[in-house]
């Protein structure tokens, strides 16, 4: 069984900054380089999107482009751990962010619909 655990939200201001952790385990062998990764988020009454994704296998990271510049997806493999560095933030970006994973890393991660495994989220408000 997977868990994720994301931290890191919080309130902060127009222009910045926030680096979200997700914490992932799972049954003996567990490790990120055998699952697809994802932060989506979502606004109450909106479907959820897809902020960023990667393959634990070390394939090419993919930003939706409303954050592409100021968001960097990295892995951490020996831990475990997924980071999400959010700079130049922007009111926009205020979301509940969640940690997704799912064990089809073989497909180019944008194209996955359904992913198996997601966290409880972290809330992100950027606010003046």
């Known amino acids: 069984q997977v868990q994720l655990v994301e931290s890191g939200g919080g309130s902060v201001q127009p222009g910045g900054s926030l680096r979200l952790s997700c914490a992932a385990s799972g049954d003996s062998g567990f490790t990120l380089e055998h699952y697809a990764i994802a932060w989506f988020r979502q606004v109450p009454g909106m479907e959820r999107e897809k902020v960023s994704c990667?393959?634990?296998?070390?394939?090419?990271?993919f930003y939706q482009a409303s954050v592409k510049g100021r968001f960097t997806m990295s892995l951490d493999t020996a831990k475990n751990t997924v980071y999400l560095l959010m700079n130049n933030l922007k009111p926009e970006d205020t979301a509940v962010y969640f940690c997704?994973?799912?064990?089809?890393?073989?497909?180019?991660?944008?194209?996955?619909?359904?992913?198996?495994?997601w966290g409880r989220g972290t809330q992100v408000t950027v606010s003046s």
């Open positions: 997704v994973l799912d064990p089809d890393y073989t497909t180019w991660c944008p194209t996955i619909i359904d992913w198996d495994y």
């Open positions: 990667t393959s634990g296998s070390g394939a090419s990271t």
